[in-house]
């Protein structure tokens, strides 16, 4: 970062850690006991995918890796702001966690890391459910627990934000805790 990008108020961008994803297992732990919190055993990796073939390679690499290595349900969606959302079902919360580090390396790796939008793991809390949202271009997590469109839980995310500061890197900005309302995995 150059001294006008200083002067102009900008800032270079976190580099992702995408091995904070390992995180979760233990999170999940904190919000089993703490709280009762049961993992569903669905989590996405939302993207934007680019026209080609090179794009279409990839994704389709990393279905036939996940297969080969364990027997997750995967399904691909679209939603209606043009991000495709691959979802991971597995019945273990590791299984999952490593399903979706498999997906963001892979889509990383093949130079396609700035398309990356986010990764979330689904919780349930009694008749609730609620997601940890890792930010690919922040290298952070944040809670967003749903009631029902345009209504979010802002106290139960301000308790899992208290709960899971030891676990897990939480986003301090709040303003980037932005709604994934209806993603696959949710």
Not at 47 to 59: C, L, Q, S, T, Y
Not at 121 to 146: H, I, M, N, T
């Amino acid at each position: 970062m150059g001294l006008f990008d200083s002067i102009m108020g900008r800032s270079k961008p976190v580099k992702p850690n995408l091995d904070q994803l390992f995180a979760i297992p233990s999170a999940a732990i904190t919000l089993q006991a703490s709280l009762d919190v049961m993992p569903t055993g669905r989590g996405s990796v939302a993207f934007r995918a680019p026209e080609g073939k090179a794009f279409a390679d990839v994704v389709a690499e990393v279905e036939q890796l996940l297969t080969a290595t364990s027997s997750p349900d995967l399904s691909v969606t679209q939603d209606s702001f043009g991000y495709t959302w691959l979802t991971i079902n597995a019945t273990d919360i590791a299984d999952l966690v490593n399903g979706l580090h498999a997906v963001n390396v892979s889509i990383q790796d093949a130079g396609f890391g700035p398309q990356l939008l986010c990764s979330l793991v689904g919780f349930r809390r009694g008749d609730q459910d609620f997601a940890l949202v890792y930010l690919y271009k922040r290298g952070s997590f944040y809670p967003f627990a749903p009631i029902a469109e345009p209504r979010r839980d802002n106290i139960l995310e301000m308790q899992l934000r208290d709960l899971l500061a030891d676990d897990m890197n939480v986003e301090k900005d709040m303003t980037r805790w932005f709604p994934v309302w209806g993603a696959p995995g949710l």
